[in-house]
């Protein structure tokens, strides 16, 4: 298991921008394809954004596509959402997880699943 730790959560007005990191330990990120996912209170969990191991390829929830990016640094071992445009419906535990196959296969990914997963990070997004 690869060790996740989520950063940059936090409050933002509707309409305006965070950036979430992701920082892996324990093993390179390189042999991984990453993702975002998302709970809200009272919701079920859902798939946000996921990025290839070498960043070639990203796939996003209809949610949030034209809003928000993946992104990856290999050479840091992290992996970053950029969230902009924000929505109150935004608001949300965020998670990253690591995924040792492609990202055909990343969406129903689950914690159980995953190759590793963070402890999250809090998005309240006021309207």
């Known amino acids: 298991q690869v060790q996740l730790v989520e950063s940059g959560g936090g409050l933002a007005q509707a309409g305006g921008s965070l950036r979430l990191s992701c920082a892996a330990s324990g093993r390179t990120l390189t042999n991984y394809a990453m993702a975002w996912f998302r709970q809200a209170p009272g919701k079920e969990r859902e798939f946000v954004a996921a990025?290839?191991?070498?960043?070639?390829?990203?796939d996003y929830a209809d949610s949030v596509k034209g809003r928000f990016t993946i992104s990856r640094d290999n050479a840091k071992n992290t992996v970053y959402l950029q969230m902009s445009s924000l929505k109150p419906e935004d608001t949300a535990v965020y998670y990253c997880?690591?995924?040792?196959?492609?990202?055909?296969?990343?969406?129903?990914?689950?914690?159980?699943?995953?190759?590793?997963w963070g402890q999250g990070t809090q998005v309240t997004v006021s309207s």
């Open positions: 997880a690591a995924h040792n196959r492609g990202l055909l296969t990343i969406r129903p990914m689950t914690p159980r699943s995953s190759a590793g």
């Open positions: 990025i290839s191991w070498n960043g070639g390829a990203t």
